[in-house]
Nanobody, 128 residues
Framework: VQLQASGGGLVQTGDLLTLSCKVT????????LSWFRQAPEKQREGVST????????YYAESVKGRFTISSDNAKNTVYLQMNSLKPEDTAVYYC??????????????????????WGQGTLVTVSS
């Protein structure tokens, strides 16, 4: 199993950036896919999730209305489109996969221990 994140970079406030995460070795029909981020000296936090059960999407309050998660199961890839970027969005972004169940909810999708597989991270830096 491999999750390969890409698309990070240095951008300016207000710019747009799209991250990609190519997943190999997993059937995405059964796995929720999420993006997490970790800023320097901060804990890793959940940013967004797309559920495999019904395609529902979840967002952290700090990114609602600016970020959009999507998945292309034919390509085994999940995307995170990030609009109106702010300096506080600066972080290493990780994609992650977990077995999805009907007991999953918006909170459980943010729990890092629930995840089975992680990508290596891609750095997003937003300059002011």
């Amino acid at each position: 199993v491999q999750l390969q994140a890409s698309g990070g970079g240095l951008v300016q406030t207000g710019d747009l950036l799209t991250l990609s995460c190519k997943v190999t070795g997993l059937n995405l029909d059964y796995y929720a896919l999420s993006w997490f981020r970790q800023a320097p000296e901060k804990q890793r936090e959940g940013v967004s999730t797309v559920s495999s059960l019904d395609g529902s999407t979840y967002y952290a309050e700090s990114v609602k209305g600016r970020f959009t998660i999507s998945s292309d199961n034919a390509k085994n890839t999940v995307y995170l489109q990030m609009n109106s970027l702010k300096p506080e969005d600066t972080a290493v972004y990780y994609c992650a996969a977990r077995w999805d169940t009907f007991y999953s909810n918006s909170y459980s999708y943010t729990v890092t221990d629930e995840y089975d597989y992680w990508g290596q991270g891609t750095l997003v830096t937003v300059s002011s």
